[in-house]
Nanobody, 126 residues
Framework: QVQLVESGGGLVQTGGSLRLSCAAS????????MGWFRQAPGKEREFVAA????????YYADSVKGRFTISRDVAKNTVYLQMNSLKPEDTAVYYC???????????????????WGQGTQVTVSS
């Protein structure tokens, strides 16, 4: 399994931007599709975005479309989540996740992903 470490979270005002990073260990990074999820207090973990093994395809939750962008740098074993026009409802712990099985591409279920990071807190003040 791949090990994942997120960074880049913090406190930002409404309308601001943050870029989250997720560094993956090992030489198998390119064999995983990657995703981001988030979990707010008292709520279930929800899907945010995913990017394919090659980086050529992406899909997003409706709530973040047009504001968030997922990307990956295979040379650096890193996946990013650029978050713009942030809103208070974006406040959550953000988790990076790795998806091994190609048959699950398109899923938004956290149970379908194979490995998880420890999370990074994003707080958007109003």
């Amino acid at each position: 399994q791949v090990q994942l470490v997120e960074s880049g979270g913090g406190l930002v005002q409404t309308g601001g931007s943050l870029r989250l990073s997720c560094a993956a260990s090992g030489r198998t990074f390119s064999t995983y599709a990657m995703g981001w999820f988030r979990q707010a207090p008292g709520k279930e973990r929800e899907f945010v975005a995913a990017i394919s093994w090659s980086g050529g395809s992406t899909y997003y939750a409706d709530s973040v479309k047009g504001r968030f962008t997922i990307s990956r740098d295979v040379a650096k074993n890193t996946v990013y989540l650029q978050m713009n026009s942030l809103k208070p409802e974006d406040t959550a712990v953000y988790y990076c996740a790795a998806l091994k099985q190609t048959s699950r591409w398109g899923t938004k279920k956290f149970a379908d992903f194979d490995s998880w990071g420890q999370g990074t807190q994003v707080t958007v003040s109003s």
